[in-house]
């Protein structure tokens, strides 16, 4: 399905179906052996959707999806540990932009008195409150959802549903930017600065410099045609292996460490591959050169006002 500026979507749709897909990848390392992490809830929310008629993805789409478990088993643990940190820094309040099936604010040890928002669009917060809601699943922290698109006015939003711009904040951008408008993800990273006191934290999924350019999208591109042809080979459908940058904004943006840290973040960031080398998981055997075109970015705020 095309995207277009004020796209909006229910769980088992469009972008919303990218969350289940993640939902999957956490439910898979869930049950393997040594998993980096639990998450009880990704199940129950697949189950859910199932019986609301949504198709697991199966044959070459469940392989792909298998095959970048390793990548997204070390994103959840990296965002886990981000704010576990948070925590133990003293920091209270947190946001999970675009939070999907993102099950934290149920699953992480949060320090008494911690509130955490989550912003998505309605339709998918919604089934996330109903699934849980049905399982009598309760938060440690005070849990707060902010139905709304990151494309339009979240921070009033977020200001109305009890956001308190005194305190610093833990934020979490985790599988959102291609799915935003480069201009959009400018004024996202403004918002969110802009909302942030001092010893604010960030922490983000960020994209090599070059993801968006035509040439890394005709690499991309190769590499699907290639899985969809070894798919009619193996005598399944090759309609089954969407072609994910179908619902990006494939549109070129600031590089996110260079952009936080000219904004009065102190940046790090860790490159994929280096994180997964850390946690002893394998890259995806597709994968070129040794490297993965995303990277780990903390950031810490510092004085807005002495620069
Ligand atoms: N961060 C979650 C995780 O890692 O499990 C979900 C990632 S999923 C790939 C992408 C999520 O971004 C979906 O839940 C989708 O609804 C949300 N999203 C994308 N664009 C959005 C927008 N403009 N406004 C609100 N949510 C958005």
């Known amino acids: 399905m095309a995207r277009t500026d004020d796209d909006s979507w229910d769980i088992t749709e469009?972008?919303?179906?990218?969350?289940?897909?993640?939902?999957?990848?956490?439910?898979?390392?869930?049950?393997?052996?040594?998993?980096?992490?639990?998450d009880p809830y990704a199940q129950m929310f697949l189950d859910a959707a199932t019986a609301r008629g949504w198709h697991p993805p199966t044959g070459v789409m469940s392989r792909r999806i298998r095959a970048i478990g390793n990548y997204a088993a070390s994103r959840t643990k990296w965002f886990d540990e981000f704010f576990v940190a948070a925590g133990a820094a003293g920091i209270r309040q947190a946001v999970i932009l675009a939070a999907g099936l993102d099950a934290r604010a149920w699953r992480l040890p949060w320090i008494q008195d911690t509130?955490?928002?989550?912003?998505?669009?309605?339709l998918v917060l919604q089934f996330k409150q109903e699934v849980l809601a049905a399982h009598q699943v309760t938060s440690k922290a005070r849990y707060v959802p902010v139905a709304?698109?990151?494309?339009?006015?979240?921070?009033?939003?977020?200001?109305?549903?009890?956001?308190?711009?005194?305190e610093p904040t833990?934020?979490?951008?985790?599988?959102?930017?291609?799915y935003l408008p480069a201009d959009a993800q400018d004024r996202?990273?403004?918002?969110?600065?802009?909302?942030?006191?001092?010893?604010?934290?960030i922490g983000v999924e960020a994209f090599s410099a070059d993801f968006f350019s035509e040439d890394h999208l005709a690499r991309r591109r190769e590499r699907l045609e290639q899985m969809r042809a070894e798919a009619i080979?193996?005598?399944e459908s090759a309609e089954d292996?969407?072609?994910?940058a179908q619902l990006w904004f494939n549109e070129d943006r600031p590089y996110v460490p260079e952009w936080l840290s000219e904004h009065c973040w102190d940046v790090s960031a860790l490159p994929a591959?280096?994180?997964?080398?850390?946690?002893?998981r394998a890259l995806p055997a597709d994968t070129t050169e040794g490297t993965m075109p995303t990277e780990f970015v903390e950031g810490v705020l510092a004085d807005k006002f002495s620069q």
Not at 170 to 178: F, K, Q
Not at 241 to 244: N, W, Y
Not at 273 to 280: F, G, N, P, S, V
């Open 14 to 38: 469009s972008v919303g179906a990218t969350a289940l897909g993640v939902a999957m990848a956490r439910a898979n390392e869930t049950a393997s052996d040594s998993p980096l992490f639990t």
């Open 115 to 122: 509130v955490v928002f989550e912003i998505d669009q309605p």
């Open 148 to 166: 709304v698109d990151l494309r339009q006015d979240w921070p009033k939003a977020l200001e109305d549903a009890g956001f308190d711009i005194t």
């Open 170 to 178: 833990a934020w979490s951008v985790e599988g959102l930017l291609p």
């Open 188 to 201: 996202l990273f403004e918002r969110i600065t802009a909302m942030s006191a001092r010893d604010s934290r």
């Open 233 to 235: 080979e193996a005598g």
């Open 241 to 244: 292996m969407p072609d994910p």
């Open 273 to 280: 591959e280096d994180l997964m080398a850390r946690y002893h």
